[in-house]
């Protein structure tokens, strides 16, 4: 599973994250809404809070597996 990143941010950023993404979907929960956003290849949810902040969620890159060869035993 892919850990998820999150920062509150102020609502002009948001607005500007929103004109700069695609919207897939909103919807809006009791006093705030919920934005399904692409921007490039990465998928993001914005979350406008009636306090006039916003929440940006977006999954993590999987870190890189490091991996070296091996060799296999030299026969006798």
């Known amino acids: ?11 002009p950023e948001l ?7 695609k919207l897939d979907a909103s919807r809006a ?3 705030s809404t919920v934005y399904h956003l692409t ?14 902040q916003a929440v940006i969620i977006e999954t993590q890159a999987p870190p890189k597996v490091k991996r070296r060869r091996i060799d296999p035993p030299a026969s006798a």
């Open 39 to 52: 921007i490039g290849n990465r998928e993001v949810l914005a979350v406008s809070l009636p306090d006039g």
């Open 15 to 21: 607005a500007l994250l929103l004109k700069q993404a």
């Open 29 to 31: 929960v009791g006093s």
């Open 1 to 11: 599973m892919s850990k998820l990143s999150w920062n509150a941010v102020p609502q």
